[in-house]
């Protein structure tokens, strides 16, 4: 891969094959951790610099090489369910980071799934532990072969059916990016603020988490107070007070609120702000529109 250095190889080799021992240091859970914090953080901070060239002005964050997009049940669905290769490149309006933003899959009917890292690094973690998706080549086969013991091939039906249930759960889905893992998206976690390092990383002050371009919005002659929607937002967003009020600065649109609402009182809707969505099938058909414009202008020319 052009740009893809030694280092890249081997920092994306190390993350792939040691991943519970990668997550649970990198989040302090390890024993380890507390010894060789100085070291973590050396390493942290080299590895960014890594990625910042001397001519480039604006300088990769730590956030940038590592992180994840909110998604809506909706479009965490759509992932799981492509049948073609695809290959979206730079899509800095869906994936606000200037590393690892590109959706390439490959035999994307290829699906693994692994115990959650973030989980297994906790004393009493979440339950149940495999819902972590690996989606497509070369990584799902990667996993299986060098996680056998925690990981497992599934089909996409049943990817849709532990999305739906961690959707249940509580649990907001985001499809992940890493600089390491080829500059592009891989997994899809499903995530607590119990255990994800990303979701207590985002509350701490390090945006690792991308909006997923909706915000949720409240119909104030719906809402009975039941307070529901204010107990599970993972993002502290909704709070009631006569009625259910929604800060949309905080809301990252994961939509867990409207699943949960049984009154029907909130919608997701677009915000302009927030980004654009990560839903695959019309990123594919603006990708394919945008081809073929290009086409017709070359034979017209």
């Not at 080799?13 to 390890?30: Q, V």
């Not at 080549?137 to 497992?152: C, L, T």
Request: charged share 20%; with cysteine; aromatic share 8%.
């Amino acid at each position: 891969m052009k740009g893809f250095s030694f280092f890249d190889r081997l920092h994306g080799y190390f993350y792939a094959r040691w991943t519970y021992f990668y997550i649970a240091l990198g989040s302090g859970e390890h024993p380890l951790a507390k010894r060789l914090k100085p070291l973590v953080a050396w390493i942290g901070n080299w590895l960014v610099s890594k990625a910042n060239a001397p001519d480039q002005p604006n300088q990769i964050k730590f956030e940038d090489t590592y992180h994840g997009k909110v998604l809506p049940l909706a479009a965490a669905t759509q992932l799981v369910s492509v049948n073609e290769d695809i290959n979206l490149g730079d899509l800095e309006q869906v994936i606000p980071y200037q590393k690892a933003r590109e959706i390439i899959l490959k035999n994307p009917d290829h699906i693994a799934v692994i115990d959650c890292p973030c989980r297994s690094a906790r004393e009493y973690p979440c339950l149940p532990m495999d819902v972590c998706l690996i989606v497509g080549e070369p990584f799902a086969s990667f996993v299986i072969e060098h996680q056998p013991k925690r990981s497992r091939w599934i089909t996409s039906r049943q990817a849709q059916q532990i999305l739906e249930e961690e959707d249940q759960r509580g649990h907001v889905h985001h499809a992940f990016f890493k600089d390491a893992m080829l500059g592009r998206f891989y997994a899809i976690c499903n995530c607590c603020t119990c255990c994800c390092a990303a979701l207590q990383a985002q509350r701490n002050g390090t945006p690792m988490l991308a909006s997923s371009g909706y915000v949720a919005r409240m119909d104030e002659g719906l809402c009975i107070s039941c307070g529901q929607c204010e107990q599970v937002c993972l993002f502290d967003a909704i709070h009631v007070n006569v009625i259910a009020e929604v800060d949309e600065v905080k809301c990252m649109g994961c939509g867990l609120c409207v699943n949960q609402c049984q009154p029907g009182a909130i919608q997701l809707v677009r915000m302009e702000s927030k980004g654009k969505p990560l839903e695959i099938r019309e990123l594919i058909e603006t990708y394919i529109n945008s081809e073929a414009e290009k086409l017709s202008l070359h034979d017209n020319s």
